[in-house]
């Protein structure tokens, strides 16, 4: 996002990727006719991407075809209990005032609130660097902008005091998964992505979000971005107090501007060595990781959807074990099965499983192990797919780490544990004049629509700071 909003501006862009192919953790997998996102599944805020797209001339409906999803995500506890979200706020409230009564009206209420977090963070916090808090104060148009943005409380605070039922309050309390986070350490302001998927939607892409990524590649190709593939930058040069280029295992670039987009713990141990700044980096806890197993599944499954979380029976507990360094003894499993939506992920009469838990970022997390495990495990509390299985493909934290740089197999990059955690993470400008770091793992976090904030703000940076020569 960044090459081609600084391309579209017509800036000379390199982008040099380890890999063999592009995308990142935007990534997905092909087998025996079943087709599996392996990172991203949930596409919220397109619109974020539609700007970029139309800095290049085009938009993202010309380029991909978005679905909104209704329903929005299924619901599961362990007793039996399930409650269906709709792409529309009433509705949802209706059948959530079905499931338990009262609920409704809390919902409208939580959403008023989180669409007020919401508001004010966008013109605040999301709206450029937050070098200091004084960066963002002065952004806001008055004290009580401070108080909205709900960042005193935690969000299981403010789940407690959302929700009279337990079950809502895990519901509220997985938003801090969308930043890799723990709800009893987040912010209540998290909840203003409860209101940003009701009023914005959940979005797929036909073809998968595998079809993002090829149209993100295609755009930028087209106002000029240089990709070199299989190219892993070993060194980033600087003289004095400048950047002056990256250093390839064969070959040596010459750039007066360098932006990282891996994370920044690998840039200043391995990239750039700093002492000062790797130290900081290592200050900010990285988001959780995961084990996801893709399951290539005959037959077809009743009562499930797009989206699904089975929710577990005790989330304190599940979050307490992730905080001592376990795979959750009982875990909360999302599920997507796009192929609910879109026949081409799947053979005929079968469905494209991708199963995910949350684990703490440690690549020793044995993960083949798991992937039996996490069947039994929803099979004990949703569908058993055991004997439908036609294969089970199993990724853990040492595979996210290994293959993107990520330490520890952080999903996200740094979490938002902590009151302080947005001001804690690596900052956008690097130690050297004319390097910017940009992704999860410096601000505004990680996530599709976060990273293509970053982008954003670290282009916009660039563009006035380096005047054409
Ligand atoms: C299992 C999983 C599920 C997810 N689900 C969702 C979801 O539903 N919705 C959502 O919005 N987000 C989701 N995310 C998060 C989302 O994928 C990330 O936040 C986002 O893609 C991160 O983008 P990034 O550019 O910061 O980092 P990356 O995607 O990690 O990109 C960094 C790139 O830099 C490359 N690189 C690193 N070091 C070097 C080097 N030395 N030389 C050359 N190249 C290098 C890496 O190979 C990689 O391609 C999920 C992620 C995972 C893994």
């Known amino acids: ?129 937050v070098s200091s808090p004084l960066s963002v104060l002065r952004r806001m148009r008055s004290p009580r902008d401070l108080l909205q943005i709900d960042a005193i409380r935690t969000l299981q605070s403010r789940c407690e005091t959302s929700f009279g039922d337990k079950r809502l309050q895990q519901w509220l309390a997985r938003y801090a998964t969308y930043s890799g986070s723990d709800p009893s350490l987040a912010p209540a302001t998290l909840a203003c992505i409860a209101a940003v998927e009701a009023d914005h939607g959940s979005w797929y892409v036909r073809g998968g979000l595998g079809a993002l990524r090829d149209a993100m590649v295609r755009v930028a190709r087209r106002v000029g971005v240089e990709f070199l593939l299989g190219a892993e930058v070993a060194k980033i040069e600087a003289l004095q107090r400048r950047v002056t280029g990256l250093r390839l295992h064969d070959d040596q670039i010459v750039a007066p501007v360098v932006v990282v987009n891996a994370d920044a713990e690998h840039l200043y141990r391995d990239l750039l060595p700093h002492t000062k700044r790797l130290r900081s980096v290592q200050q900010s806890e990285r988001s959780t ?142 130690p050297r004049k004319g390097l910017y770091l940009v992704g999860g793992s410096t601000h505004p976090g990680g996530g599709l629509p976060l990273v293509t904030m970053s982008a954003r703000i670290v282009s916009n940076t660039i563009l006035r700071t380096h005047r054409e020569r």
Request: hydrophobic share 40%; glycine share 10%; aromatic share 10%.
């Open 289 to 430: 990781s995961g084990v996801a197993v893709l399951v290539g599944v005959e037959g077809r499954t009743p009562l499930i959807g797009h989206h699904n979380v089975w929710f577990s029976r005790d989330y304190a507990r599940e979050f307490g074990d992730i905080r001592a360094g376990c795979v959750p003894i009982e875990p909360t499993i999302y599920g997507c099965i796009s192929s609910v939506t879109d026949p081409s992920q799947a053979p005929a009469n079968g469905e494209n499983w991708f199963l995910l838990i949350n684990t703490p970022a440690d690549p020793t997390i044995n993960a083949r192990d798991c992937g039996p495990w996490l069947l039994d495990q929803l099979a004990a509390v949703g569908p058993d797919l055991r004997q439908r299985a036609r294969f089970a493909e199993v990724i853990g934290p040492h595979d996210i780490a290994m293959r993107y740089c990520s330490p520890g197999g952080a999903i996200y990059g740094t979490s938002s544990n902590g009151r302080n955690a947005a001001f804690r993470r690596p900052a956008m400008r690097g």
């Open 1 to 129: 996002m960044t090459a081609i909003r600084l391309a579209s501006a017509g800036r000379h862009v390199m982008v040099f990727e380890r890999n063999d192919e592009l995308g990142g953790k935007l990534s997905s997998r092909s087998r025996d006719g079943y087709t599996f996102d392996t990172g991203p599944s949930l596409l919220t805020l397109p619109s974020l991407i539609d700007d970029v797209f139309r800095l290049a001339g085009t938009s993202l409906d010309n380029e991909v075809t978005l679905q909104r999803l209704d329903p929005s995500f299924h619901y599961f506890w362990p007793d039996a209990s399930t409650v269906t979200f709709r792409d529309e706020p009433i509705s949802t409230a209706e059948a959530l005032e079905a499931f338990s009564p009262g609920s409704g009206a809390e919902y409208l209420a939580l959403l008023a609130r989180a669409r007020a977090v919401w508001n004010v963070s966008e013109r605040t916090f999301f709206a450029g660097d």
